[in-house]
């Protein structure tokens, strides 16, 4: 069990670190041009690349920037689980595909729980009050378990200063899980790229998930 808890808070946080490392490495990188020349190099003296094709373009605009950047994490986060699954498999000389992937599915379905948007089992009602404890502003939300789908997810968010619940549903395609809010038209891995997908784009959501609510002492 602490295996467990300790990959999923090494896929919650691994992000940060190497956040953490690119920006201590680009200090050291600025300090060391600035050094050396009397020329200033600010964030404005680059651009964002997009290499996906045959020759790399330049991306002007910023939405676009931070979806591939979402993109990038949800793919670097699926390479964390991989390896760390793998990994236990391998100590464990488990042979074959079959139990590795159960695991890799089962992370999907549990990373969200480290996430502090997550309220787990509260109900409807207490989802509700939390909204209204946190202000009540359109494009506050919280996540939480379903009480009426076993296993299942919902999105509650606050649009014109109403609650909404938006139950997520999982589907599988191509052998693999996803988690949607439109009947598969969007399709996520797990619910941390459903999330940080809506907080660009509204979708089929009725507003973007812009505030996450703050945990509070429920009675």
Not at 157 to 163: D, G, P, V
Request: glycine share 6%; hydrophobic share 35%.
């Amino acid at each position: 069990m602490s295996a467990w808890i300790s990959g999923l808070r090494l896929t919650m946080n691994g992000s940060r670190f190497y956040e953490s490392y690119l920006s201590a490495r680009r200090q050291s990188q600025s300090n060391l041009v600035r050094s050396s020349s009397d020329r200033t190099i600010n964030r404005h003296d680059f651009a964002a690349m997009d290499f996906r094709g045959e020759t790399g373009r330049v991306i002007h605009d910023p939405k676009e920037v931070a979806m591939l950047e979402l993109e990038q994490q949800s793919s670097w986060r699926r390479r964390l689980i991989n390896r760390t699954i793998t990994g236990q498999a391998s100590d464990r000389n488990i042979v074959g595909s079959s139990a590795p992937t159960k695991q890799v599915a089962f992370f999907a379905r549990a990373i969200h729980q480290t996430q502090t948007w997550f309220y787990g089992k509260i109900t409807r009602e207490e989802a509700t009050e939390e909204l209204h404890r946190n202000g009540n502003v359109d494009g506050l939300f919280l996540v939480r378990d379903s009480h009426t789908i076993p296993g299942g997810i919902v999105v509650t968010l606050c649009h014109n200063q109403k609650s909404r619940h938006i139950p997520i549903t999982q589907i599988e395609r191509n052998g693999q899980n996803f988690y949607t809010a439109d009947n598969g038209e969007t399709r996520f891995v797990d619910m941390i790229q459903l999330v940080d997908f809506h907080r660009l784009n509204k979708g089929s959501l009725p507003c973007l998930l812009l505030h996450e609510c703050s945990h509070s002492q429920m009675s």
